[in-house]
């Protein structure tokens, strides 16, 4: 078990080695991320002002993913105020970002 999670020993080898399917945001240390730089779309990546999932600051784990995005033209980034990890009470604030960040490409 992880936390509360029950995991597969093929998953858990996969979240915690080097290189594995799910190591796609090594931003706990130097290196790059395949997955973030084959990111061609345009991106927004969304976090709760109050996730607990965090290597450094939110802010700076944000940026730190979007840096690595070096083949994203449009890669924005947004806190969400008062959330959680699961936006839980936060939902229409959420919905309201996600709708008016994809307006920008309906117009």
């Given at each position: 078990?992880?936390?509360?999670?029950?995991?597969?020993?093929?998953?858990?080898?996969?979240?915690?080695?080097?290189?594995?399917?799910?190591?796609?945001?090594?931003?706990?240390?130097?290196?790059?991320?395949?997955?973030?730089?084959?990111?061609?779309?345009?991106?927004?990546?969304?976090?709760?002002?109050?996730?607990?999932?965090?290597?450094?600051?939110?802010?700076?784990?944000?940026?730190?993913?979007?840096?690595?995005?070096?083949?994203?033209?449009?890669?924005?980034?947004?806190?969400?105020?008062?959330?959680?990890?699961?936006?839980e009470n936060?939902?229409?604030q959420l919905?309201?970002?996600i709708t008016?960040?994809?307006?920008?490409?309906?117009?």
């Amino acid at each position: 078990m992880w936390n509360w999670y029950i995991l597969s020993a093929q998953t858990y080898v996969s979240l915690f080695s080097r290189g594995g399917e799910s190591d796609n945001l090594p931003i706990s240390r130097s290196g790059s991320s395949k997955q973030l730089e084959a990111i061609k779309q345009p991106t927004l990546a969304i976090v709760g002002e109050h996730d607990y999932i965090t290597i450094w600051d939110l802010q700076k784990d944000l940026e730190m993913i979007k840096n690595q995005a070096i083949n994203c033209q449009e890669f924005e980034t947004f806190l969400l105020p008062g959330a959680t990890h699961a936006y839980e009470n936060r939902e229409v604030q959420l919905s309201d970002k996600i709708t008016s960040w994809l307006d920008k490409f309906t117009h």
